[in-house]
């Protein structure tokens, strides 16, 4: 068999996938993700809950002004990921993926939105004066991340391989490890433990960027990675440096500027950033060449 008759097969034998709910690639994803939710069980048996009231009147809380900007920031999230999920649905399809990573693609983004609702949680329970802590609403804040991530990474697979594969099976086995490490960390008091989650995070990152380059061919992609991790960290550095503690060392304005700075300016920028670039490769060029075919004829 000729190597342009095998391309035209294996083009068929996808299609027909395209047409089917439940395929190997879909088994192979549930499986790596009952994987991670071993670990997201295991935290919720052994995991406490809130072991002091948010109201503590020895507490510092955030208001007024500082709260609503707050929770503008996060809320945002709930109007950019909708828009990008619809940019990259419409982009992903136009530039021939294949509807298994356009699934994954959406669901990861659903995903990030399930991150950010136990993030709102949890700084709820914080009385939203940031502290780095070990909680069930933040393990899940991570949790939910690292695999919407790790989604978002496999819906900018073009082709499945081994490689592709065993990259699936490592992300799973960081969420198990991860969630070992984690009420390990609680009990010593240490947050060193949520090292491993930063470690993970990094890793489906780079490899997100990485795939998200080979589609798009476009070196603007490095912004997402250096506003996602590099400003987004940078801002977190600068929050538990200068944001005090809400019991001891109140510092409002610090704790309230960087956090809001650490999501705006990190995480959402990553994000609008990563969108536009897929909007910009898979719609506007697409509408570009059409209105030129049609003023040429």
């Known amino acids: 068999m000729s190597s342009k008759q095998f391309t035209k097969s294996q083009q068929a034998l996808e299609e027909n996938n395209d047409g089917k709910i439940f395929t190997s690639h879909l088994g192979f994803t ?3 993700f009952l994987i991670g939710l071993a670990g997201f069980g295991y935290i919720l048996a052994t995991l406490p809950g809130i072991a002091e ?7 510092t ?3 007024d002004g500082w709260k609503l900007g707050l929770i503008i920031t996060h809320v ?3 109007a950019l990921i909708p828009l990008a999920m619809k940019i990259f649905y419409n982009s992903l399809k136009n530039l021939g993926l294949p509807s298994r990573s356009i699934f994954a693609s959406q669901l990861g983004l659903a995903f990030v939105m ?3 609702a136990s993030e709102i949680g949890w700084h709820v329970t914080q009385c939203w004066y940031y502290q780095n802590d070990f909680t069930m609403l933040n393990f899940m804040f991570y949790f939910f991340l690292i695999s ?3 989604l978002w990474a496999d819906g900018l697979v073009e082709k499945t391989t081994i490689i592709t594969n065993l990259i699936n099976i490592v992300f799973a086995i960081s969420l198990l490890v991860v969630s070992i490490l984690y009420p390990l960390g609680y009990q010593a008091g240490n947050d060193n433990f949520k090292i491993p989650i930063y470690i993970a995070l990094t890793l489906v990152l780079v490899v997100l960027t990485y795939r998200g380059y080979k589609i798009l061919q476009d070196w603007k992609i490095i912004l997402f990675p250096i506003f996602s991790v590099g400003v987004n960290l940078t801002f977190v550095f600068l929050l538990d440096k200068f944001g005090g ?11 309230a500027l960087f956090h809001i700075l650490h999501d705006l300016v990190g995480t959402e920028a990553g994000l609008v950033i990563f969108t536009w670039l897929v909007y910009s490769k898979g719609i506007a060029q ?3 060449k059409a209105t030129l075919a049609t003023e040429k004829k």
């Open 76 to 78: 945002l999230v709930f």
């Open 114 to 116: 399930v991150a950010i």
């Open 245 to 255: 503690n809400p019991y001891t060392d109140p510092q409002v304005t610090f704790n």
């Open 53 to 59: 009231s948010p109201t503590d009147p020895s507490r």
């Open 30 to 32: 549930a499986l790596c």
């Open 286 to 288: 697409k509408n570009y």
């Open 148 to 150: 919407a991530f790790a």
């Open 61 to 63: 809380c955030i208001v």
